[in-house]
């Protein structure tokens, strides 16, 4: 069975630092492209950042560029997401997902259950 | 970057009637890059529908997509009670992507 597990997210104060992974099983997860994507409390969702399957490409919405860094190791079958300077707003619920392929941008399927990440002073 | 408007925010109809949900974007969705999601409460975004069209794996046939340009629809052919739920619509063909607000579809 293909599936995503999240993991790292907690309570920080404003300003702090989380780490998240993702666990990925049931795939071979260097043959695909990876993407963090958050949904602040009742909210919608909101695309943060992308990793090509060779780390070679990478992007990061506007709004977390220069505090968040996307990683990968597909030896150990896991994706990452280092958080810096953290924000009130950056508190959502962090989901991985995976994309169609191994580069380019395509539709996301399957998604992990999601890790809560709640940023207060 | 393409923003997606989706309307109506909640639609209230009953099992067995027919769903239209509408996703409008603010600039022309290129080689018809768009995807369809449905979540339920406390569970993660599931894929329904990619490249406007093509039914994800395990997903009913009840359940079509279709549009061109700028605007886009899924449709609910026949709702059944696990259907009711948010659905998203999003774009990959320009970057960012972008998602839709969502439409929230409620038993009525």
Same mark, same amino acid.
């Given at each position: 069975? !293909? ?33 963090? !994507? ?12 992308? /990793? ?5 490409? /990478? ?10 860094? /996307? ?45 809560? !990440?709640? !940023?207060?002073? | ?108």
């Amino acid at each position: 069975e !293909v599936q995503l597990v999240e993991s790292g997210g907690g309570l920080v104060q404003t300003g702090g630092s989380l780490r998240l992974s993702c666990a990925a099983s049931g795939f071979t997860l260097s043959s695909y492209a990876m993407n963090w !994507v958050r949904q602040a409390p009742g909210k919608g969702l909101e695309w943060v950042s992308y /990793i090509s399957s060779s780390s070679t490409t /990478i992007y990061y919405a506007d709004s977390v560029k220069g505090r968040f860094t /996307i990683s990968r190791d597909n030896a150990k079958n896991s994706l990452y997401l280092q958080m810096n300077s953290l924000r009130d707003e950056d508190t959502a619920v962090y989901y991985c997902a995976r994309d169609r392929g191994s580069s380019g941008w395509y539709w996301f399927d399957p998604w992990g259950q999601g890790t809560l !990440v709640t !940023v207060s002073s | 970057e393409i923003v997606l408007t989706q309307s109506p925010a909640t639609l209230s109809l009953s099992p067995g009637e027919r769903a239209t949900l509408s996703c409008g974007a603010s600039q022309r969705v290129s080689s018809r890059y768009l995807a369809w999601y449905q979540q339920k409460p406390g569970l993660a975004p599931r894929l329904l529908i990619y490249d406007t069209s093509s039914r994800a794996t395990g997903i009913p046939d009840r359940f079509s997509g279709s549009g061109s340009g700028t605007d886009f629809t899924l449709t609910i052919s026949r709702l059944e009670p696990e259907d009711f739920a948010v659905y998203y619509c999003q774009q990959y063909g320009s970057s960012p992507i972008t998602f839709g607000q969502g439409t929230r579809l409620e038993i009525k």
